[in-house]
């Protein structure tokens, strides 16, 4: 039944790819003939003269492999790819599109020997040391054989050098799992070699999927040894092994390299602190070595940013993740206890501090790198990618520390504080939308202010101080984002007109919502009510008469909503829910008051007509 099944899926996979490179190849003869062509032409061009063999024509076949690798330039130690680079996906098809017919071979090489083995060892033939040695001998001959292939045809050496290594990583695995042939650390130790080869040949050769297939297979190795690792030994292994990818990544630039090392560290991680949650000895040792990888993948990544200043996808995924990966450490490591004990008191309030103190050292170090970034070339993305972690570690750290409406300023304080910072370092007016992201939070928790139940009965209280410190915090952020179109281009006046405005909306409906609680507060809800929308036409009247004095467009228009607000106000819910005497007084003075302001208003203007039709005498 086993055979069946592998034999189905060989036959699918032959059929697949036929279909697949049937076009492609009818390309590569299109190619083939037009180089000769070209070759022919330049030749009957050219002067009659001896090739010496060391310039002679190379094959069609070579040229195309050589072709088919994206131009680098080499800075240092680091290899920049071009902007014209291929992205992961077509790199990927691009590959099994080339030599395909190679790649299969080595497929059912694969297949072939596993069921080669299994029919020996059915029959007899081989004993249990013999298997494992043959096996051995085996993925070793095909290694070899594809490092000396892999000098003329790349492909082909590089799939036989795969080959070879799975062979050499399958036999060990058995060797353990069967057998129990070898130490857990022999077999650990061979398999990483077996792994560091491939590595080391897509370094001289140049070929990014050995260098894939090394990481991979370096990093399933703990996974087939049969043993159980103490968090020490696994994390020792895992250090060796990003060290290795990181490297790699150092020489040729392939940063896809650090991005697979931490997610293989992260899976590894989860396993521990799901088998070692109660042993608060293990979990500081893991601790330990998280601060270990973050160092490293924070390092090369800021020191990439010296070379390669343009910023993919997979930079700014490696470091959120690096981000995310040492705040899962902190969050459960850091405690004093194991996190399914119960905490109270001063012990509870020691994790917290503890927890918040290593939050806010990260927070430094990640905002600094984000700082480097930018004076490094870096683009902006990258600047945002490590400013989001520093405010998640930053807001972590604050929410572990406080509570209720003090939250709520400190978390404010913080928001307006990157705004203002985040604006100055990278000195563009693009960045307020994105810096002003994290301000959500403190607005959304100050909503728990609007409505707590302190406001029924008195107006001193932590909430009352919310709403005016929030208010005052968004005018000022309003009013300095304004003053800044002085000393700005033109073409970022639009922009920061429209902060300024959106800045003081906002502050302006805390100040609406904090006349109407104080005025109910203080005072019945009829009453609260009679007085809140008198200041709140007053207040319009005074936009109103502003508006026509300065001209400005958004005061009138202020001053229009907050008439239209009150009269809606007043008709469709007062009108039915205030006693009839409140009700009369309430209508007749916010009525006179619009009077008052529209007689104020035409004889102003009829005043100033006049003026302006009296004839100068001198």
């Known amino acids: 039944m086993l055979d ?30 037009y180089l000769e062509q070209l070759t022919r032409g330049e030749a009957q061009q ?14 069609s076949h070579t040229l195309l492999e050589q072709q088919a690798a994206p131009p680098v330039e080499r800075t240092g130690g680091w290899r920049q790819t071009t902007p014209s680079e291929p992205n992961v996906l077509e790199r990927f098809f691009g590959w099994c599109k080339e030599d395909w017919l190679m790649k299969l071979g080595g497929f059912l090489v694969i297949l072939g020997a596993g069921w080669f083995v299994s029919y020996a060892v059915a029959q007899g033939w081989i004993g249990e040391m013999g298997r494992i040695t043959l096996a051995l001998t085996t993925g070793a001959a095909v290694l070899g054989l594809g490092w000396f292939r892999i000098r003329s045809f790349v492909t082909q050496g590089s799939v036989l050098q795969f080959v070879g290594a799975v062979i050499i990583v399958l036999a060990m695995f058995a060797a353990r799992e069967l057998y129990d042939f070898f130490t857990p650390l022999s077999a650990l130790v061979v398999m990483f070699l077996t792994a560091a080869t491939l590595g080391a040949s897509s370094i001289v050769f140049k070929q990014r999927p050995l260098s894939y297939a090394n990481v991979l297979l370096a990093g399933i190795a703990p996974l087939m040894i049969d043993s159980t690792l103490s968090i020490t030994e696994l994390f020792l292994y ?37 088998s070692t949650w109660w042993a608060s ?10 601060y270990i990888f973050t160092a490293l993948f924070f390092g090369i990544s800021i020191m990439g940013m010296r070379v390669v200043h343009k910023t993919n996808i997979v930079d700014l995924l490696t470091a959120l993740g690096t981000g995310l990966f040492l705040l899962v450490w902190i969050l459960i490591a850091a405690a004093p206890a194991s996190p399914y004990a119960t905490l109270q008191g001063t012990e509870a309030q020691t994790g917290n501090d503890w927890r918040s103190l290593l939050l806010m050292v990260w927070t430094v170090v990640f905002a600094w790198g984000a700082f480097l970034a930018v004076r490094w070339g870096a683009t902006l993305n990258y600047f945002y990618s490590y400013v989001a972690v520093g405010v998640v570690y930053l807001g972590t750290a604050t929410m572990l520390e406080l509570e209720g409406g003090v939250l709520t300023i400190a978390l404010a304080l913080e928001a307006a504080a990157l705004l203002a910072i985040g604006y100055r370092v990278t000195g563009r007016t693009s960045s307020i939308v994105l810096l002003a992201i994290p301000s959500v939070v403190p607005l959304l928790l100050s909503l728990g202010s609007v409505m707590a139940d302190e406001w029924h009965d008195s107006i001193i209280h932590v909430h009352a101080l919310v709403l005016v410190i929030m208010s005052t915090i968004v005018a000022s952020v309003a009013y300095a984002f304004g003053s800044e179109k002085a000393k700005r281009p033109k073409e970022d006046h639009e922009t920061l007109e429209n902060v300024e405005h959106t800045g003081y909306i906002i502050s302006g409906l805390y100040d609406l919502t904090l006349i109407w609680l104080v005025t109910h507060a203080l005072f019945m809800y009829e009453v609260g009510t009679f007085v809140a929308l008198t200041v709140y036409t007053l207040i319009a009247a005074g936009f109103y008469f502003a508006g026509k004095v300065t001209g400005e467009w958004w005061q009138r228009m202020v001053a229009g ?6 009269i ?7 009108a039915w829910l205030m006693p009839q005497g409140m009700r009369i007084v309430t209508f007749f ?13 035409r004889s102003t203007i009829q005043i100033r007509k006049q003026d302006d039709d009296t004839p100068n005498t001198q």
């Open 4 to 33: 069946m099944f592998f034999g189905f899926i060989a036959l699918v996979l032959v059929i697949v790819l036929f279909m697949r490179t049937s076009k492609t190849n009818a390309r590569l003869d299109h190619i083939e003939r």
């Open 46 to 59: 050219s002067a009659p003269q001896a090739t010496p063999a060391s310039q002679a024509p190379v094959a």
């Open 238 to 274: 895992l250090l060796v092994f990003t060290i290795g990818a990181l490297w790699v990544t150092a020489i040729t630039g392939w940063r896809m390299l650090p991005l697979i090392a931490l997610i293989v560290v992260g899976l590894y991680s989860i396993g521990e602190i799901e």
């Open 281 to 290: 000895a293990e979990l500081d040792i893991g601790l330990v070595f998280a």
């Open 561 to 566: 909503v907050l008439f239209g607000g009150v």
């Open 568 to 574: 809606a106000r007043l008709v469709f819910v007062e």
């Open 589 to 601: 003075i916010i009525g006179g008051l619009a009077i008052a302001v529209a007689w104020i208003e």
